[in-house]
């Protein structure tokens, strides 16, 4: 017999469906990907007003049900090693590695209980002066700009606060000794074959080619693992005591001398620096420049967070330091960051393909399917949240209190939920708070956006500045 859990029924091999259910509406289409990878906001938002919150799609190949509606989302997000497993392309999972959270899901739980401590929590706490201070060197920088390339910009400082954070190095473009033992010789050329990989994981073509996006983000991540291994060496040779509380490889170095047999073996940390790094970059500066950008759009709510940031901290000078503590009693800005990623969530979550048919709510869901939670269509649907098409932030505060678990999924959910939410909300509360004590800026019209795989404002977009 099939077993239920509350109101999933899991179908046994060979076993019926139960009469009266019926399948995802929607016929896939040859050119579902296209349009998909072309503009997924889109896509979602035509496909949820014709067909409502799940239906069939022929994205990525084979059979892929896309899901919006919170009890749907739940089915999807909790069903690992009951009844579905991650299964993104085959390219996508290459790019990722074997050491990655989405591959050996008996791994799974051991791996990301071991990383957490270093991204999170007391450690995590432990970074916020660091963040402050490259935050507002980066700003010094805007000072004088009259206009701006906001995603460049806001990506090159995201850059400058992650890379010492997660691999405890400090890349000083004018000083050669920065890159003394490293297989690259300034920041600029580690970014650009950061962008080469990412560029490679969603390539259409499997040819591993020169010629092919795929082809060269493979040779990129060879040189990006080259480049973690040289800087793992570094800090063995360097003789100092490693302060396991002082960046995210520092946690995994001690944690390894601890226990040799442990889960991190030299190729597990440097697939972790590379992985991290990627995971965080794009999804934090994609989230700021947004964010920017909407205060741009909307000057009350910039005037109620300066507000709120004046009723917590007071007068702010350009030496301040948002401490963990005041953080948390901005809950205003918290309520716009979420709003912002309700509106533009940067991603997609991951898609999982079924290892057993399940019954949810009168729908089958059949086995060898894939199925993907969307934020885009979760976050637009009027049972979800109130007029959806509005930038509201107060829906997130009482007495709204809308965005709850399984209908606000910007970081996706269960097993495989973001590792790194705690820490893209601090980076992106003090940058907020930094950016909006230092200036005043005005858009130039509406952004475009490259909407796949990762929705962020063109790097051709500009706002104005005026230092306050
Ligand atoms: C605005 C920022 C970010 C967004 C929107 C975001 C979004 C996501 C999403 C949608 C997933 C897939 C979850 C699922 O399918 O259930 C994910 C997974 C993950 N993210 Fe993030 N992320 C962000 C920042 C970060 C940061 C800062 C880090 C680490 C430094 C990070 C590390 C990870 C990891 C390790 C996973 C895989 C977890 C697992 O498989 O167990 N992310 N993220």
Not at 52 to 63: A, R
Not at 250 to 260: D, F, I, K
Request: with cysteine.
């Amino acid at each position: 017999m099939g077993q239920q859990t509350s109101e999933i029924m899991i179908l046994d091999e060979g076993q019926a469906p139960p009469g009266g259910i019926t399948t995802p509406p929607r016929q896939e289409k040859w050119y579902d990907t296209f349009s998909y990878i072309g503009n997924p906001e889109r896509f979602c938002a035509q496909n949820l007003a014709k067909y409502g919150p799940i239906f069939s799609t022929g994205v990525f190949g084979g059979k892929t049900i896309f899901v919006g509606a919170s009890q749907a989302n739940q089915m999807v997000f909790n069903g690992d090693s009951k009844y579905t497993e991650i299964a993104l392309p085959d390219t996508t999972m290459e790019m990722f590695g074997e050491y990655s959270l989405f591959q050996r899901p008996e791994l799974h739980r051991e791996r990301k209980s071991a990383l957490k401590p270093g991204l999170t929590g007391e450690i995590l706490a432990g970074y916020l002066p660091r963040i402050n201070q490259t935050i507002k060197d980066g700003l010094s920088q805007w000072t004088d700009a009259v206009k701006i390339s906001l995603s460049p910009a806001v990506e090159k400082i995201c850059f400058e606060v992650l890379v010492p954070l997660l691999l405890g190095v400090n890349l000083d473009d004018t000083n050669p000794q920065s890159f003394e033992g490293l297989p690259v010789s300034s920041s600029n050329q580690l970014k650009s074959l950061y962008k080469t990989y990412f560029d490679g994981f969603y390539g259409l073509s499997k040819w591993k080619s020169p010629l092919t996006a795929y082809g060269r983000g493979v040779k990129a991540r060879a040189q990006l693992l080259e480049f973690m291994g040289a800087v793992i060496q570094r800090r063995r040779l360097s003789q100092e005591e490693i302060n396991p509380k002082a960046d995210f490889l520092s946690m995994m170095l001690v944690s390894q001398q601890q226990n040799p047999d442990g889960v991190f073996s030299d190729t597990l940390m440097e697939n972790q620096c590379l992985l991290q790094l990627w995971a965080s970059h794009y999804e934090v500066s994609a989230l700021v420049s947004s964010l920017i950008y909407q205060l741009g759009k909307f000057p009350q709510i910039l005037d109620k967070l300066r507000s709120e940031q004046a009723k917590v901290v007071g007068e702010v000078g350009n030496s301040y330091t948002f401490s963990s503590e005041e953080l948390k009693q901005m809950v205003f800005l918290e309520a716009v960051i979420k709003e912002t990623l309700r509106t533009n969530p940067p991603s997609s979550t991951a898609s999982r393909r079924l290892t057993k048919s399940v019954v949810l709510d009168g729908v089958l869901y059949a086995k060898g399917c894939t199925i993907i939670a969307e934020p885009r269509l979760a976050h637009i649907m009027p049972e979800h949240f109130q007029q959806p098409e509005q930038f509201e932030p107060a829906r997130f505060l009482p007495p709204r209190n809308e965005g709850r678990m399984y209908e606000f999924i910007p970081f996706g959910g269960g097993v495989h939920a973001c590792l790194g939410v705690q820490m893209a909300m601090v980076i992106t509360k003090i940058f907020a708070n930094h950016v909006i004590s230092l200036f005043d800026w005005q858009l130039t019209g509406e952004a475009s956006f490259v909407q796949f795989p990762l929705k962020k404002i063109k790097n051709n977009y500009q706002i104005s500045l005026q230092k306050i």
